[in-house]
Nanobody, 121 residues
Framework: QVQLVESGGGLVQPGGSLRLSCAAS????????MGWYRQAPGKQRELVAA???????NYAVSVKGRFTISRDNAKNTVHLQMSSLRPEDTAVYYC???????????????WGQGTQVTVSS
């Protein structure tokens, strides 16, 4: 019914930059808040950044000033521009979206396979 596909991950040196993208597709009326999460082995999945449909943003303290989240409502995409990357940023990055369905319900329980980001020398 709905699908999220993350892309753009890879191996980058400390201090480098990377841009992640996420495309939402399927049957839904609209999308509310969208966000990026990350999960490292043995750790809980954590919220990295979120962006409301109107463009307001929130960031985790650990990435504020280094990462920028953006979205294109016409294309149903969300992006995460990452700069000044650190080894501790290494994780699988997932996007999430609050889908507004045609039946009036809201659904945010779908996760894609994620994209691996590795920051290492």
């Amino acid at each position: 019914q709905v699908q999220l596909v993350e892309s753009g991950g890879g191996l980058v040196q400390p201090g480098g930059s990377l841009r992640l993208s996420c495309a939402a597709s399927g049957r839904f009326f609209s999308i509310g808040t969208m966000g990026w999460y990350r999960q490292a082995p043995g750790k809980q999945r954590e919220l990295v950044a979120a962006i409301l449909s109107g463009g307001s943003t929130n960031y985790a303290v650990s990435v504020k000033g280094r990462f920028t989240i953006s979205r294109d409502n016409a294309k149903n995409t969300v992006h995460l521009q990452m700069s000044s990357l650190r080894p501790e940023d290494t994780a699988v990055y997932y996007c999430n979206a609050a889908f507004r369905l045609y039946n009036g319900a809201s659904y945010s329980g779908y996760w894609g396979q994620g994209t691996q980001v590795t920051v290492s020398s």
